[in-house]
């Protein structure tokens, strides 16, 4: 398999997702048709969302049946209970046996089940899966004996629990807070007992006479099955529970009359509600909807699909999971070859959180290929890792290297991480965080924080200028790219160098090196999606990374995994080393492989491990808790040679061999033991070899199971296994114990090798162009990393050399942190050079080479690393044309309709929302808007930072959080007045991102309004206008952003005439009263969009609807801890009295405009305002205080 295998004697059945439900597609354009691939998917939460906002396994295919099946608003409570409750009531129970039936009928074959009633909506990859899914229906419907069933089902639930206790303690889980975003602080006291309570009743429900008396079999363990319920199982995490604490309009989604803020069961009531209105939304529109579903190793169906795309074969030689010898084979007819309709490459790619175990490089190689190579395709990574203040360090271990360098061999870009902004807010995570450090009665069990990150491609295959042409793939000098792949190799197995790991001898060390991620199979498939993304002399590169893998003396047990490095490169088609390709010589007249017609250079050997020798992790509470990973190992007794291969497939169950031992056509398949952990077969392990390794001593040979080393791992069994933690070991020439075949178990053939991506590109027509431009990438040897591009321009054309020839010099320009842009003589258009990664522009001379003769051009530009702060303050949500439509990177796409709409007339608190507000700061933000000039407009300041403070005071007043009644908010600069102006229509709760939005139509002013606009200015009330100074620096981030707020909820099409289009720029100038956005959507707005506004009717000809989001920086950049540095805000005292509380007991109010100083009550904010006024940050034209 990809990652190495773990010994598990029991599995976690995430029944119940644990994060709030999240839109699928708000990262690509709504009004195209979009195919997602979800792996690890463990409900169907996001899918009931993503439904519900783009409305235009055996448990969820359940649901989703039950969901087609219900009449409209009937019998959606039965399904709640049915999908969430441990315990269901006699009604709920009828039900989901009468429907369970049904299905069961219906899935007796692939056939069978494509031309039910359900076959269109939903429909299976492969006739295992229907098969898997099918037996566990049985299951639901086959109980014999009740009470017994009761019995187990109750001891089943009491292990989860016992299970938590042991790894995590009993303290309180703050996970729920999430749910609750942007106002969890509310929710904090409620959700916990909740949990406690559905755990305690197994139902949602608080009605002590609910008869929840039947065990719900959809979350009950199987008759056979190992895995056991997920402790932090919980119906109301996946949910916006926001709507229970946040007073919400009367007229919006998500409004329920029977409001209790103070009542804990109004959480589950807002879930509820939610669960309903969802599965409405995808009963009303499920016909233009069709899920497939997949059951196995999410990677291995991954390569699958690869393999399929580009050779036509439904099976690449995969296993179905690490603990199966059934491999993958997409028999559905939706694979098949000639009129397959599932499609191969997707829009969007949810990786769930596979990279926190599996490790982002195998996610990525595996899922990357398979997404469509346009600029709005997407990936999304999810991870619950322990709080790290610096983002490099936790990206660089989930990635096992220089992230940026990484990222850019993978052929991603990750958006939020170049841009260190983005739209979806992550304070909760941080408010858990500081909780946790908390002095407290209890425990907090809440150690991770949850973060989810999306990748776009990078930019060069997408982006190209008329008349050039580019080379689709990076050159590299081999020597570099080896160094770089070596300090990868190293980063992916740094828990194997023993002296780091006993230099730091800490617990969090310790819990690093126990997630293993890597074996050197990943490392070799890896090197395999390499090779095919990069322009080099392979032979090099490999020739001097195998010199230096085999003469690191820094990982203790390297050297011991060099012969399955070999294996593996060898299989994959990316090294092969004599040790596998020379003739073999060796005594033939054995009766064992070695009489043989034909060695081949590999062989798999299986090995039967006793049951008795599981007995170690058996028997005691310690070992049945731990998860070692295996190794299997062939050793020479007579040389103490040992080699480790962490490449292996495991199993219980019976070999069945075919053929005697000495015939060619020798071969074993695996009866499997269905009652695995539970059952009497011993454990089968299964691992490639080079041959040759067997024929040095086969005699003295010996071979068998070990486990990994790991520090925890090591401290648990070395008494009982021994230093080298050898579970079982046996004679080669055992044939009892030991199998040796020419094909994997079950005549499964080796791995199928990835197709180059290089064998795919299309030719790049050269004599079709004027320009070719060939970017090769420039390393740092030192720190391993890719340092800088060496761009080169090839002039083609008779006519381009004559034009270069005449050029005296050259000068760069940078149109974007990825490209840079180079004018040509007697050209009219420029040549763009796009990026993999953002660069810096060339300054220094030495960076510009002009060769007249041999017409070309050389630029050297160095890696940002942070393009924000070197010279783009403004590349926050870019948009640009792809294929002549705007498409809007980094920026949700919305349908604002579906967002509740936050009542701020009944929001009697508002403490949470100025807080949230700003957390748009980090911690170092804070310190640099102390000291912005008030008393002037901001030119020559952080002009991003002031942006956020415009947009902090915008956000505030259109909530009217200090009683304003402001409607309109304007953007002046210097002498020129006006240039923006945005009409509140209401402020709206993003609820699964996590944050607010304002929902306003847009005016930008220009010259040609003339009049008539001065006019309505000139009436505007001064109580419904607020007028923000700004600075030009950012002002034109302003008019850079602004395109954005419109396209991400644009409910109508460009028009043919579209100026974007016609201009082949977004946006179309950033210059004083010039046009900003295109004239598309001008006027075009719901009924009543902006109410109580007489005069609306003659502004709206001239306003586009938008969404404005805040603006955070990237998750972990810089710690929150003191928002102040005053004497008393670092008290956390009020400024006026000095009270350490609120005068209602609760936390104390952070002045909203500066965030440095606390009170207790408005009556102390107002009465220091004077004292206080002098050194606050003063926002607008005559505004109160705070």
């Known amino acids: 398999m990809a990652s190495p295998v773990p010994l598990n004697q029991f599995s976690l059945f995430h029944a119940i997702g644990n994060t709030p439900a999240v839109c699928l597609t708000q990262d690509i354009p709504g009004d195209e048709p979009a195919s997602l691939l979800l792996l690890g998917c463990g409900?169907?939460?996001?899918?009931?969302?993503?439904?519900?906002?783009?409305?235009?396994?055996?448990?969820?295919?359940?649901?989703?049946?039950?969901?087609?099946?219900?009449?409209?608003?009937?019998?959606?409570?039965?399904?709640?209970?049915?999908?969430?409750?441990?315990?269901?009531?006699?009604?709920?129970?009828?039900l989901l046996e009468s429907q369970v039936k049904k299905l069961y009928r219906f899935s007796s074959s692939l056939k069978y089940w494509h031309k039910s009633e359900y076959g269109r909506f939903l429909r299976f990859c492969d006739s295992k899966t229907l098969a898997l899914v099918r037996d566990i229906w049985h299951s639901y419907i086959s109980v014999r004996d009740k009470a017994d069933y009761l019995t187990g089902f109750r001891k089943a639930i009491q292990e989860c629990i016992d299970v938590k206790v042991a790894t995590e303690g009993s303290g309180i889980d703050l996970s729920g807070a999430r749910t609750a975003a942007p106002n969890a602080l509310q929710a904090l006291k409620d959700l916990p007992a909740l949990h406690s309570r559905y755990w305690k009743n197994g139902s949602t429900s608080n009605d002590p006479k609910a008869l929840n008396v039947h065990p719900n079999p959809t979350l009950a363990p199987l008759e056979n099955d190992t895995a056991l319920l997920h402790s932090g199982t919980d119906p109301l995490l996946g949910f916006h529970l926001v709507t229970a604490y946040t007073p919400v309009d009367a007229g919006s989604p998500f409004y329920h009359k029977e409001v209790a803020f103070a009542h804990a069961q109004n959480a589950v009531e807002s879930a509820r509600l939610q669960f309903n209105i969802w599965c409405q939304s995808l009963k009303r529109d499920h016909k233009s909807v069709t899920v497939r579903f997949f059951a196995g190793d999410a990677l291995a169906f991954c390569h699958t699909l690869q393999h399929l795309d580009t050779t036509r074969e439904t099976s690449a030689r995969w296993f179905r999971t690490s603990y199966d010898f059934d491999t993958v084979?997409?028999?559905?007819?939706?694979?098949?070859?000639?009129?397959?309709?599932?499609?191969?490459?997707?829009?969007?790619?949810?990786?769930?959180?596979?990279?926190?175990?599996?490790?982002?490089?195998?996610?990525?190689?595996?899922?990357?290929?398979?997404?469509?190579?346009?600029?709005?395709?997407?990936?999304?990574?999810?991870?619950?890792?322990?709080?790290?203040?610096?983002?490099?360090?936790l990206l660089n271990d989930l990635f096992a290297g220089d992230f940026p360098t990484v990222s850019i061999l993978l052929g991603v870009f990750p958006v939020q991480y170049w841009t260190n902004s983005s739209a979806v807010a992550n304070a909760e995570e941080q408010l858990m965080h500081d909780v946790r450090k908390c002095p407290m009665k209890v425990g907090i069990n809440t150690r991770n924080v949850y973060n989810r990150t999306l990748w776009k491609s990078q930019w060069p295959y997408w982006s190209h200028s008329p008349g050039s042409s580019c080379s689709p793939l990076i050159k590299f000098d081999p020597e570099s790219l080896a160094v770089v792949l070596f300090g990868i190799y190293m980063n992916m197995f740094m828990n194997e160098d023993v002296k780091c790991i006993l230099a730091h001898p800490s617990c969090d060390m310790m819990q690093r090196n126990s997630c293993i991620r890597y074996h050197r199979g990943s490392f070799a498939r890896f090197l395999a999606f390499i090779k095919g993304r990069v322009m080099v002399d392979w032979a090099k590169v490999i020739s001097a990374l195998i010199k230096l893998i085999g003469d690191d003396k820094v990982l203790g047990v390297g050297q011991n995994f060099l012969h399955e490095l070999y294996t593996q490169l060898h299989i994959l088609d990316v090294y092969s080393d004599s040790l596998i390709t020379k003739e073999l010589k060796y005594d033939r007249s054995s009766h064992d492989f070695r009489a043989w017609k034909k060695l081949p250079g590999l062989v798999s050997i299986t090995v039967k491990v006793p049951r008795a020798k599981l007995s170690v992790f058996t028997k005691t509470r310690c070992g049945r808790l731990a998860k070692p990973y295996i190794n299997g190992f062939v050793r020479s007794k007579q040389t103490d040679q040992r080699s480790f291969f962490a490449v292996v497939q495991v199993g219980f169950g019976q070999v069945i061999r075919s053929g005697a031992r000495n015939s060619d056509h020798f071969a074993i398949s695996i009866v499997k033991d269905h009652h695995g952990w539970k059952g009497k077969s011993p454990l089968l392990i299964s691992f490639v070899v080079p041959s040759a390794l067997l024929l040095a001593q086969p005699e003295s040979t010996t071979v068998g199971m070990s486990l990994y080393h790991t520090p925890g791992i090591s401290s648990t069994f070395a008494d009982a296994l021994g230093t080298e933690l050898v579970v079982f070991l046996s004679a080669l020439n055992n044939e009892s114990s030991v199998y040796i075949s020419k094909q994997r178990p079950n005549n499964v053939g080796m791995p199928c090798p990835p197709e180059p991506r290089s064998n795919r590109v299309c030719p790049v027509n050269m004599n079709a162009s004027s320009y070719h431009v060939t970017l090769t990438a420039g390393i740092d040897k030192e720190k391993r990393i890719i340092d800088h591009f060496t761009a080169r321009i090839d002039f083609l054309s008779e006519d381009a050399k004559a034009n270069l020839a005449r050029q005296n010099k050259i000068e760069v320009s940078q149109p974007s942190p990825c490209s840079l842009s180079l004018p040509v003589e007697g050209q009219s258009s420029e040549i763009a050079i796009t990026f993999p990664a953002p660069v810096l522009k060339p300054v220094k001379k030495n960076t510009i080479r002009l060769a007249r003769k041999s017409s070309y051009v050389e630029i050297i530009a160095h890696r940002a690393e942070k393009p924000d702060r070197q010279g783009h303050p403004d590349y926050i949500f870019p948009v640009f044309l792809s294929r002549g439509e705007p498409l809007a990177w980094n920026i949700p796409y919305l349908n604002p309709n579906r967002l509740p709409v936050l009542d701020t007339n009944r929001m009697d608190d508002s403490e949470w929302l100025i807080m949230h507000v700003s957390m748009m700061f980090s911690g170092k933000e804070c310190e640099l808007r102390s000291n912005l000039d008030s008393t002037r407009p901001k030119p020559d300041q952080d002009s991003r930072l002031c942006f956020k403070d415009t947009l902090f005071a915008m956000h505030l007043a259109f909530a009217r959080v200090n009683g304003e009644r402001c409607k309109v908010f304007g953007i002046s600069c210097g002498d020129a007045g006006l240039h923006i102006l945005f009409f509140r229509s209401s402020v709206r709760m993003d609820i699964s991102n996590h944050t607010v939005a304002l929902d306003v139509a847009i005016v930008p002013l220009l010259l040609e309004m003339g009049k008539p606009i001065h006019d309505f200015i000139a009436k505007l009330d001064t109580e419904e206008l607020i007028t923000m100074l700004v600075g030009e620096d950012e002002l034109k981030v302003w008019k850079r952003l602004l395109p954005a707020f419109a396209e991400r909820c644009r409910e109508w099409k460009h028009k043919p005439t579209c100026e974007?289009?016609?201009?082949?720029?977004?946006?179309?100038?950033?210059e004083f009263h010039q046009p900003v956005l295109c004239s598309c959507g001008n006027g075009i707005f719901p009924p009543n969009f902006v109410a109580d506004f007489p005069s609306w009717e003659a502004v709206s000809k001239y306003a586009v609807r938008g969404l404005i989001p805040l603006l955070f920086t990237l998750p972990y950049l810089d710690a929150k801890d003191a928002l102040g540095k005053g004497k008393n805000a670092s008290q956390n005292r009020c400024e006026a009295c000095g009270a350490g509380k609120s005068v209602h007991g609760r936390a104390l109010l952070p002045c909203s405009q500066c965030l440095v100083v606390r009170y207790c009550s408005s009556k102390c904010q107002r009465t220091h305002w004077k004292v206080h006024r002098k050194t606050c940050l003063q926002k607008g034209i005559g505004n109160s205080p705070c």
Not at 67 to 79: I, K, P, R
Not at 359 to 373: D, K, Q, R, T, Y
Request: glycine residues 4%; charged residues 20%; aromatic residues 12%.
């Open 43 to 94: 409900d169907v939460r996001n899918i009931l969302f993503t439904s519900y906002m783009n409305s235009s396994s055996a448990r969820n295919v359940l649901l989703f049946t039950l969901v087609v099946d219900t009449d409209q608003g009937a019998d959606t409570s039965m399904l709640w209970n049915i999908y969430y409750h441990l315990f269901i009531d006699d009604k709920s129970h009828s």
């Open 329 to 393: 084979s997409l028999d559905g007819e939706d694979y098949a070859l000639e009129d397959g309709a599932a499609p191969l490459a997707f829009d969007v790619i949810d990786t769930s959180s596979l990279i926190d175990f599996l490790g982002g490089i195998n996610v990525f190689i595996a899922a990357g290929p398979l997404l469509c190579e346009k600029a709005s395709s997407t990936i999304y990574a999810e991870s619950f890792s322990k709080y790290v203040p610096d983002v490099d360090a």
């Open 1060 to 1070: 974007y289009r016609a201009e082949s720029r977004i946006p179309r100038s950033v």
